[in-house]
Structure formats: C-alpha cells, structure tokens
C-alpha cells in the first residue's frame, strides 16, 4: 500500500546503542512508555501521600516515625495536601493518559510512522521528567515541601519562608516545576495536533478517527491554550518570589508581626491566572478517559458507538466550554453576582454535552453482546464515577450552594471521583486494553479483576461518605478536625474512609504485580487479541520501529465497525478495502 | 458554493494522507507554537492591565526625549530587521544563497542592536532608581510590569537571534531549506508583532503628561 504520504519518515532504522534506543529514543512508543512509567511511579508517591493524610486525620495525635518532632504538624499536613495535589494532577492525571497512551497509541491509530516531531517529542519528555525530579526535590530542601495547595495560592505563595515551612525553597521548586511542566506540555501539545493534522493516513478523514484520537486531539488544543497562560502566572510568581516585585501581593500584609514590604498587587490576579489554566485542565485529565471509554465500550459490546459525530462533536463542546467557566472556582473569592450568574450558567451548560456523552455509552451497551473483559469493567467503572461525580457538579455549579460548600470535603469528594479516580478509571482500562499491544503478552484477567471489584467498591466507600461529611459541615485542609465538637462527631465516618482507603491502596500492589509479572509470564498476545477495528490491531504486538514495517494502511472506513449484518465476522478492520471485506460476507 | 461541494472539498482536503493546508508540519508546528505563546504574552499584557487599572496613580514617567524617542527609534529597528527578514524568505525561495545569507545577517544586526539599544535603557533606569521592585514615583508594580514584559520579550529577540544564526549558517552551508528560513521568519515576526502591543501599552500609555 502506499507510503508515499509520508515522505521524510520514508526509512527508520531502529538505533544501536541502549541509550538511544531505551533513553534518549525518538521513538514515540518508548516516549510513550516512558511517560507511562513516570505516572506509575508519580502515582505511588500520591498514594502514600493519600494515605498519611487519611492516616493524620484518624489518628492526629499518633507517633510516626519519619516525621521529624514525632507528630505531624499541621504545616506538615498541608504540605502533604499540597504535594499530593500537584503529583496527582500534573505528573499522573496529565501525565499517564495523554502524554503516555496519547504518545503511543495516537501516530499507530491514525496509521503514521511516528509523531510529526520525534525529536521534540523527547525533549518534552525530558523537560517532564525534569519538572518531576524539581517537584521531589522540594521534599528533602530545608524547610520542605510548600504548603499552599496545588492551586499555589497567593500571598501565600509568593512571599517567601516569613509565611511558613515549604515557603521557601520548596515553593520556588513547586513554581520552577510546573513552569517546566508548562512548556514541556505545550510542546508536546503542538506535536500531537501537527500530528493529527498532518499525518493521518490515507482516507483517515476527521469523522473515521477513533475516539481515542479525538479525545487526545482536543485535549491537546485544550493544553496548547492553557498551559501558556499557567507559564506566564508562574513567571510574574517567580518574579513576587524572588525579584521582589508584587502582581500578586497587596499592601499592608502583615505575617507574624512584620510588615511585608509589598504593594499594589492582586492575590485575584493569580487565582484568574490559575484557573484559566485550571479548569481546562481537568478536561485534559479527563477527555483521553472519555475516549477510551467510547472505545472500550464499542469493542466489548461488539456494537458501533452510538452516536460517533455527537461523541466527536461533545468532546469539542465540553474542550470549548472548558475555557468559560474558570470563575466557578472563585465564587468565594468574591465577585460580581453578574459574573457569578454568568459563570453559573456556562458551567451548568457543561452538564449538556456530558449527558450526550453518558446517553450514547448507555445507547452503545444497549443491546451488545456485553463481554465483561478487564478493560471493559473498568470503562462501566469510568461511567459511573462519572456521572456519580459529575452530578455534584451542578449543585456546586450554584455561587449560592457553593458559598455554603466550597470549603467542606463535599468539593473534595466532587473533583476525586469525577476527574480523579474516573481518569484513573480510564487509565486501568487503557492499561488493560493496551498492555498486551504495548508488550505482547496479556495480563492475567482473575487477577484484573480482582483488582477491578477492590478499586471500584474501594473508591465509592472512600467518596461517597465524604460528600455527606462535606454536607454536615467538615472542612477541608484542616489537619486535626477532632478538637470540634460538630466536626468531632464525623470522626467514624473518617475512620471508614480511611479503612476503605487503606484497603483500595492495598489493592493497588495487586495491579503493580500483576503489571510486572505479565511482562515476562503473560499469555502470547497475537496481533489481535480482542478482536478490534483500529489499526494499531493490524501491526505486530509490539509494533515494529515504524509501526507497520513499512507498510503502510489505508483506511477505508468508520473505526466501530463492529457486528455489521451479513458478515461472518463480527468486526471488519479498517484499513479493509470494500473487496477484502466482501470476502467475510 | 453549496453545502455538498463544500463537504466535498473539505472531505477531500482532510481525507488524510497529505496535509490538508498543503504546507509542511514544520511551519504548522511554528504557527501553533506561536498561538501558545501568544497566550502566554496576552496573559502578561491582561495582568498588566489588571494591576494597572487598580492602581489610581500608576506613574507616567516616560517623557518624549530621550525615553520616547529612543524606544520609538527600537522600534524603527525591529521593523527594519522585519523588512531584511522578509527580503531574506524572498530570496530563499528563489534559490539566491548569498543573497539570502546577507539578509538574514542584516537582520540578525538589526536584532542585537535593538538588544544592546534595550539594554543601555535598561542601565539608564537602574541608574535613575528604577527596580523591579520599586521605583522614585511611588508604585513599585510599574518597574515589576516594565522589566517582567520587555524582558520576557528581550529574551524572545535573543533566542530569535540565535535561532536565525543557526538558519543563516545553515542555509548557507546547504543544510536547510527555503522552507526552513520562512518558519523562522514566523518566529521573528512574531516576536515584532508582540513589541508591536509592548510599545503602544507600557512606553505611549505611560508619557509624561506634561
């Protein structure tokens, strides 16, 4: 077939040497993997992290024995919450689905030999990974780890150790970090919409991509708008820090009894700042989960998803509305009841395209033949901490609800099931899914699915009781709630979260082992081992150096094309000419 | 044109295979770059102007000589190092080495001297008091404002210089393309468009008024 579209990537030859080949590879499959192993080991960080603040707040009083001093300082919990934030949303969320399964899975769907530009695709990694070794780094410099949350907020941010432990050189490590983790992210975000644009292969046309590639693409848009506005907060912050100038900070600051030489600036500023970027960048956490899920859905359904356009089409809207809605983080920052109604009403209209989204997974189920493969569970699981979580959603989306909610564990309980554990949701299904691409071998699917009923009860037991501590009045980011009495009686209901998040943190082992151990002793994969459309299923698993060993598809089709009447298979691959393809009838 | 011809020829234009706006992913590349990178100048420009809206009596020190006349002199420099620049594409595409080599040298001269030209500013207000963090007139956020803008697009013009050395060398020695010269041209001139607001907005809006 031809392969004249792709003049310029016409040889690749695999390098030699090991550093080439595994770490500064060009390669965007070991980029991929990469990134993948970056999030694995980001993630196990934010688990521990979790699980000493759930821990502190049983057990406030309890000797630990790497706390310097024996007891957790409050400091030190909000230092806790801070890195916990910042490793799970930028190094995880953002890291894992687009960055790892974007960089792998995106140039094979659309039938491309690499990323339109590998050498800029590894320097994104390795800015990445720079940002990651910063954002540790914050742990063991003197004073530790920052402690004003992973929005960063200021003045507390921008002025120096006088406002508390972590302020000093730990936050300007936080500031360096995400400035890096910005640029690194919007270049690689430029390479994956070039990449769409440019190198999709013959009669891939917009509305036959899979909605993998969809999800990736406007997620990609989404990053290549905001992480620039979030570089240009972190330079103007940088510059509060250690330039002396004052964007951030106003008059009159007075921390522990001195006067903070700082004049004129606006702690609102930064908040605008970091929610332009903030808000669209759940929608990057969340849309390469929204497009494995359509994927997932249709092959194990063995149904054509239903609704493709509208899916394509919601994707856009939800990335679209994403960039008008920043304010409803701020309604207690103060603010115009205009904007407040205004931002309301945007954030609402939001609930619109995902209800399209959640109608067309439930119309894609209806009537499959439904085979509950590992992948599969976890995509039904990613529906329902969405809508689960999603819902919340619209009640904080009200300034006045959200006056009385903003503070409490309610919100807490919101942003962890619909973008936290729903991504993490996508992220284990797309592991599942892809594993046996990536690797060649399966992973064992008992243990998947032990792994998948621990997870998934786990997680509603940690952040269904949560919202009701939010409603009864338990505020976040306290370190030590037990000295109140209306906050005191909620202790039990800690306690159970805490159990249930002990227990789905344990479980967790299960998935690292059963990751590990098929690497070497899973079953053989074959090219297509679950009978799917897309062409990253008709090269070898794992697919050689160019992709398709310089034979390259064509495409001539839709990418669900799953139980077509009058054929004897129950998939027909894309890259199937109408007279290959009419051998199967 | 109707509705199906237009389908047809988007159909067409984006039924994969080729790059639907028929240009090479390199310049896509630098167009989608430079949208981001706008964003990150529009949000320093938007917070400029969101502090400086707050403040009632945000100084206007600049007076027409020497301040405005030098600045608008940089100004004439950058649009020159544009003009060479595009002369210097122009002579690319028609395959004149030489030609194009010297223009791209001209304006990388026009780019250090707006560089150098800055930077003596620069000196000139250290030595009158002026700091990014504070200043002889009484509200520091206009030094922070002032040195954080222009110097975010100082840095801009010195990679730019970089940027076109290695294209002139290159180009010159046969290693890059007409098509190599026109991307970073984009660069350049975009790197122009964005003093094109800086001046208007932190050197006119701030003239003495007397």
Redesign the interface.
């Known amino acids: 077939m ?1 392969s004249h ?1 792709h003049t310029g990537h016409a040889v690749v030859v695999e390098p030699s040497g090991f550093i080439r080949k595994y770490i500064f590879s060009i390669d965007h499959k070991v980029i991929g993997i990469q990134y993948f192993l970056l999030a694995l080991t980001a993630v196990c960080v934010g688990i521990v992290l979790s699980l000493l603040m759930r821990f502190h707040l049983v057990y406030p009083g309890a000797h630990l024995p790497l706390v310097s001093g024996g007891i957790m300082t409050p400091e030190q919990y909000l230092a806790l919450v801070t890195m916990h934030g910042t490793i799970m949303v930028f190094f995880v969320l953002t890291t894992a689905p687009q960055g790892g399964f974007g960089n792998y899975f995106l140039p094979i769907q ?2 491309a030999p690499d990323m ?2 590998p050498r ?1 695709n590894m320097l994104s990694f390795w800015v990445t990974f720079l940002a990651f070794v910063a954002i540790i780094a914050a742990f063991v410099v003197p004073g530790g780890a920052p402690i004003s949350g992973w929005t960063g907020y200021t003045p507390l941010s921008g002025m120096g150790e006088v406002t508390g432990p972590g302020e000093g050189m730990g936050q300007t490590l936080w500031i360096v970090s995400i400035s890096l983790f910005c640029l690194a992210s ?2 690689g ?3 994956f ?3 769409t ?10 509305f ?1 991509m899979p909605l993998t590639v969809w999800g990736w693409f406007v997620t990609a848009i989404l990053g ?2 905001a ?3 979030l ?3 972190g ?2 912050l940088l ?1 509060d820090r250690s ?5 951030f900070l106003p008059a009159g600051l007075v921390v522990n009894d001195q006067l903070q ?6 702690p609102l ?1 930064w908040q ?2 970091f929610w ?1 970027f903030g808000h669209p960048e759940v929608y990057i956490a969340i849309l390469p989960g929204m497009g494995v899920a359509s994927h997932v859905l249709s092959t194990f359904s063995r149904k054509p998803v239903f609704g493709y356009r509208a899916m394509a089409m919601a994707l856009c809207a939800i990335g679209f509305l994403g960039f008008m809605v920043w304010g409803h983080h701020m309604f207690l920052s103060g603010m115009s009841p205009y904007s407040g109604f205004a931002f309301s009403v945007l954030t609402m209209s939001i609930g619109v395209p995902s209800a399209i989204k959640t109608f067309n997974w439930i119309g894609t189920l209806w009537g499959g033949k439904i085979q509950f493969k590992s992948p599969m569970l976890f995509a039904l699981g990613f529906v329902s901490l969405f809508v689960s979580g999603g819902l919340s959603g619209l009640f904080l989306a009200q300034p006045a609800v959200d006056n009385m909610l903003h503070a409490t564990y309610y919100v807490v309980a919101h942003f962890h099931l619909v973008m936290g554990v729903a991504a993490i949701f996508g992220i284990f299904s797309a592991t599942y899914f892809w594993f046996p691409k990536m690797f060649g071998r399966m992973m064992s699917e008992p243990l998947a699915k032990i792994h998948f009923w621990f997870t998934f009860v786990g997680a509603y037991c940690i952040f269904m009781p949560m919202h009701f501590v939010g409603l009864a009045g338990g505020i976040r980011r306290y370190a030590d709630a037990t000295g109140t009495t209306y906050a005191g009686v909620l202790q039990p209901v800690h306690m159970f979260m805490t159990y249930a998040a002990f227990i789905t943190g344990a479980a967790q082992l299960i998935f690292l082992f059963n990751f590990f151990w098929s690497l070497k002793h899973g079953a053989i994969a074959g090219k297509n081992p679950w009978n799917a459309t897309t062409l990253e299923w008709i090269t070898d698993s794992p697919p050689p150096i160019d992709n398709f060993g310089g034979d390259y598809p ?2 001539y089709r839709g990418p669900y094309e799953f139980s077509v009447p009058g054929y004897r298979q129950d998939f027909i691959p894309q890259n199937l000419t109408p007279e290959q393809a009419a051998l199967l009838k | 044109m109707s509705e199906a011809e237009f389908e047809g020829i988007v159909e067409s234009r984006w039924s994969g295979g080729a790059s639907p706006f028929a240009i090479n992913s390199k310049k896509l590349g630098m167009w989608l770059f430079i949208v981001s990178d706008s964003l990150t100048f529009s949000a320093l420009l938007i917070s400029y102007a969101y502090v400086r809206l707050e403040t009632p009596n945000w100084p206007r020190p600049f007076e027409i000589w020497p301040a405005i006349a030098k600045s608008s002199f940089m100004t004439f420099v950058l649009l020159s190092s544009s003009l060479t620049m595009v002369l210097g594409v122009n002579a690319a595409f028609k395959g004149d080495r030489k030609k194009t080599v010297r223009y791209l040298i001209a304006t990388i001269i026009f780019g250090i001297a707006f560089v150098l030209i800055h930077a003596t500013e620069w000196v000139t207000l250290f030595g009158e008091g002026v700091t990014p963090w504070g200043n002889p007139w009484g509200v520091p956020l206009f030094g922070g404002t002032f040195f954080g803008l222009t110097g975010l697009h100082m840095l801009h013009v010195t990679i730019g210089v970089a940027y076109l050395a290695i294209i002139a060398w290159g180009f010159g020695k046969g290693k890059y393309t007409a098509e190599h010269v026109e991307v970073s041209g984009l660069y350049w001139h975009f790197v122009d468009l964005v003093w094109m607001f800086i001046f208007p907005m932190v050197y006119l809006l701030s003239v003495n008024p007397k």
């Open positions: 031809s579209a659309i039938g339109a530009f800029l919007l270049l975000a430029l390479n919409i070039a990449t644009i440019d190198l999709r292969a013959p009669g891939m046309t917009l036959r290549l708008l992480f620039g506005v570089l240009a907060g330079i103007l510059l330039a002396g100038t004052s964007f030489p700082h004049s004129g600036g606006s500023l605008h700042l332009f064509s495409v």
